[in-house]
């Protein structure tokens, strides 16, 4: 293939080497958004067509000059499409290129391409070609068929409205963004000003097709715009997408307080419009009002909350300042964010209304519990000492049939006094006004006393008791006689409600000095582990499947924990399910000081 | 012989709790006299110098509390026995060192018979 290299072909590779680097260019950061592509595809067009130009120029023959006419056409139908698509992609219009869409405009290119390449058959895309010998180069003389004016008609629409998209977005975005559009804008007239002067051969040299040299200058704007205007780094459709659907309002600034850009949700929170702003300064939004000179960036809000009346509403923003700084560490400007936390605080107030409100009704309830427990313990109280002195025979003899029903008045009246007291006593033990009375006492009397009140509570179930402890030789002890028994006789009395068979064990052991360990084992239904972390919260049973006879208020074992705590003991739980559980108290239980009274 | 009997005085303003502490107090043998009220329990404490008084501490008129301190002031009283009877668990343990005995309600009849019946052994045997 015979070639000559000119002054007008080697312009044209050297506009084909800017082209092809700025492909590459965007190849390589082709994750950087959906807009890429389409500017590779521009780019790449671009290229073809200069170095096809260049190509057909210097070739010498005829053939060969159509030859790379011919593939030029793959740059001149992928250019108006590239750029179409790179408009809308920059726009943030994305959602407009759908794949059928693209298909049905790039119909007509590819078209167009087909016949190029069979144009000897049709003529329908140049009718006669000839050589035109010039000064500087030798062209081709073309007297173009009806489709390539069709063509040319369809990619000047493209071109138009891929220009009437930069128009708009040059129209919406904020002053940073504009020069770097009108880069863009004129990157691409510039090939179809030379492309419109040689086709309506109003060109100075009329074989010489002057677009591609207008890829010289679109690709000098387009580098500009890269690297001065940082096409790649600073993208108006991420930029556009961010900005306007974040719900938080911004603001930015420059050194000079001048607003340089604002968003949708800024401007609704101003009742302004962005028209009215740019380029005034913040001064002019805050005209004066205290409350808003929070805004400035030098202003150390104590609380950083804004409020905005708009229409009857008050909103209440927080404020974010910012400083900018460039890539150098110069100060160029500020960032304000506001931030609509109206719901947040409403919220908050309503949440420190329902706390108040849960306080006082904790209060009332623990208010409620012992005056309704106090209410319950003194006819209960009497009810039990009378049908003790029955019992007892204090007012006179009765009869054995008289004795049992006696008995369960009793049993149950002691019953039902222990729940009352459990409930006083969670009640006192919430309001921390339970004390402890220490006095001197013998250990086994308080085994005793667990196992005489348990017992019949055993009986009623087929369950025995029993005291599994070696004779306890031991003085007094100083302690809350009256809580241990409390204490033991929960467990102990836990421990029949949760069995259907077997005996409760009651183990008391003096481990040292001033410290004893009292356990209760039995062999029911057992808690599984994931319960033992719970059964000692008020309320709360080993199984929510119990039945009414196992259902108790739940305070039992929330009791023995703290009174345990209030005694600086311990208690611990061991428990495997159908097997049963072990109880076990530590206490620190010195021994008697005192002088014993009676 | 009734007339060599000791005399315990029970202080409380439920009635139906005073007879219950009363029949405990005169099974374990005493000779029992009963007030409701709390200025009625000081002159009445003053005027029969009982050996032991079972005295409920919330009282109408004066606090049980109060009687407690002037009893142990009281040098002529000096060997009355005083056994304390409350709900209030917070308020009994700090007169532990004041009472001869605390007892919480609720107080089982046998409960107090038998501490009774424990401070002076012979009165029951009679």
Redesign the interface.
């Known amino acids: 293939m015979a070639l000559e290299l000119n002054l007008t072909s080697l312009s044209l590779v050297i506009t084909t080497i800017i082209a092809f680097a700025l492909t590459i260019y965007g190849w390589q950061r082709r994750k950087v958004g959906n807009w890429v592509y389409p500017f590779v595809l521009l780019t790449l067009g671009a290229a073809i067509w200069a170095n096809g130009y260049a190509l057909e120029i210097a070739s010498l023959t005829l053939p060969t000059k159509i030859f790379w006419a011919k593939v030029q056409y793959f740059g001149i139908t992928s250019v108006p499409l590239g750029w179409l698509l790179f408009s809308y992609a920059y726009a943030g219009r994305s959602a407009w290129v759908t794949p059928k869409r693209v298909l049905v405009i790039a119909l007509l290119p590819l078209i167009t391409l087909l016949l190029v390449w069979t144009n000897e058959t049709h003529r329908l895309i140049w009718e006669t070609l000839t050589i035109a010998e010039n000064s500087d180069f030798t062209g081709l003389r073309i007297t173009h068929g009806l489709l390539f004016w069709l063509y040319w008609i369809y990619a000047y629409i493209l071109l138009l409205l891929g220009t009437i998209n930069l128009f708009r977005s040059y129209r919406n975005n904020p002053a940073a963004f504009r020069t770097q559009n009108l880069m863009l804008i004129l990157a691409t007239l510039a090939p179809w000003i030379g492309n419109t002067l040689y086709v309506t051969r109003l060109s100075p040299v009329p074989e010489l097709d002057l677009s591609p040299f207008g890829f010289a200058i679109s690709g000098l704007l387009f580098t500009l715009a890269i690297f001065r205007f940082q096409l790649f780094d600073l993208i108006p459709v991420a930029r556009s997408i961010v900005m306007n659907q974040m719900s938080d309002g911004m603001i930015v600034l420059d050194n000079q307080l001048r607003v340089v850009d604002i968003n949708q949700v800024a401007l609704f929170l101003f009742q302004i419009t962005k028209d009215d702003l740019f380029g005034k300064s913040i001064a002019e939004i805050i005209n004066n009002d205290q409350e808003r000179m929070k805004l400035l960036p030098a202003h150390a809000a104590p609380d950083n909350l804004l409020s905005f009346n708009i229409a009857d509403k008050t909103h209440i923003v927080e404020l974010f300042k910012t400083n900018l700084q460039d890539e150098q560490g110069q100060q160029r400007g500020h960032l304000v964010m506001l931030r609509d936390v109206t719901a947040y605080k409403e919220s908050e107030k309503q949440l420190l209304e329902a706390r108040d409100k849960a306080i006082e009704a904790y209060e009332f309830k623990s208010q409620f519990l012992a005056k309704v427990s106090h209410e319950l313990r003194t006819p209960l109280n009497i009810i039990l000492a009378y049908a003790e002195m029955v019992q007892d025979q204090v007012f006179g003899t009765i009869t054995p049939i008289q004795e049992k029903p006696v008995k369960n008045i009793i049993n149950n009246a002691a019953v039902l006094t222990r729940q009352v007291n459990n409930l006083l006593d969670m009640a006192q033990l919430e309001n921390d006004r339970i004390a402890l009375i220490s006095t001197p006492f013998f250990v086994p009397d308080i085994l005793n006393d667990v196992i005489q009140q348990a017992t019949p509570l055993a009986e009623d179930k087929g369950l025995c008791i029993q005291l599994d402890t070696p004779t306890i030789v031991a003085n007094k002890v100083q302690g809350d006689a009256e809580k241990i028994t409390q204490i033991l006789f929960n467990l102990v009395h836990n421990g029949i409600k949760f069995s259907d068979t077997g005996c409760i064990t009651i183990k008391a052991a003096k481990l040292r000095d001033d410290e004893w360990m009292f356990s209760v084992n039995d062999q029911g239904m057992g808690i599984s582990e994931e319960r033992q972390e719970t059964i000692f919260d008020p309320f709360e049973q080993a199984s929510k499947s119990l039945t009414n006879r196992q259902r108790g208020v739940g305070l039992g074992l929330s009791i023995v924990k703290q009174f345990v705590e209030l005694m600086e003991g311990r208690v611990e739980v061991n428990s495997q399910e159908d097997v049963g559980s072990t109880f076990t108290i530590w206490l620190p239980l010195p021994p008697a000081t005192e002088l014993e009274l009676i | 012989m009734s007339n060599q009997k000791l005399q315990a005085l029970i202080v409380e303003d ?1 009635l ?2 005073a007879e ?1 502490f009363k ?1 405990a107090m005169q ?1 374990a043998g005493f000779e029992t006299f009963q007030v409701h009220d709390g200025l009625e329990a000081r002159t009445t404490i003053t005027e029969l110098r009982p050996v032991v008084v079972v005295l409920d501490l919330h009282l109408p008129n004066l606090d049980g509390e109060v009687i407690l301190k002037e009893i142990r002031q009281n040098p002529t009283l000096q060997k009355t026995k005083i056994i304390v009877v409350s ?1 209030n ?2 308020q ?3 007169l ?1 060192d004041l009472a ?3 007892l ?7 409960q107090l018979r038998d501490l009774a019946t ?2 002076y052994p012979s009165l029951s045997k009679e």
């Open positions: 439920n139906s709790l219950i029949e099974m709900a668990s917070r009994a343990s700090y532990t001869d005995f605390v919480l309600k609720p107080i089982s009849f046998r424990r401070l």
